[in-house]
């Protein structure tokens, strides 16, 4: 069974940095994609970047030049990080590690960022 495990987030000021990781343990074939999402209050999901199995990353247009999105796969380890910069009270949500392998979408339970102004 896949199972995701976020960590990282917190209470933070704005212009401050927080780093999020995701640990991805139990068999996973043919990762396609690895990425970050976010869901504030009131607001739906959005994808806050993404890495594909290339190594090509996406991110949203509100955090280009902010936030950094990599990927550690050596050998069995799956794990993926987000660093988050220059923080704004707008980035506050909750933010959820996903995962694409084999056609299937896999998710974690979340992380809290709150960034106070």
């Known amino acids: 069974q896949v199972q995701l495990v976020e960590s990282g987030g917190g209470l933070v000021q704005a212009g401050g940095s927080l780093r999020l990781s995701c640990v991805a343990s139990?068999?996973?074939?043919?990762?396609?994609?690895m990425g970050w999402y976010r869901q504030g209050p009131g607001n739906q999901r959005e994808l806050v970047a993404n890495?594909?199995?290339?190594?090509?990353?996406?991110?949203h247009d509100s955090v280009k030049g902010r936030f950094t999105i990599s990927r550690d796969t050596y050998r069995s380890t799956r794990r993926l990080y987000l660093q988050m910069n220059s923080l704004k009270p707008e980035d506050t949500a909750e933010y959820y590690c996903?995962?694409?392998?084999?056609?299937?979408?896999?998710w974690g339970k979340g992380t809290l960022v709150t960034v106070s102004s």
């Open positions: 996903n995962v694409v392998a084999s056609g299937a979408n896999y």
């Open positions: 139990g068999t996973i074939f043919s990762i396609e994609a």
């Open positions: 890495i594909n199995s290339g190594g090509r990353t996406n991110y």
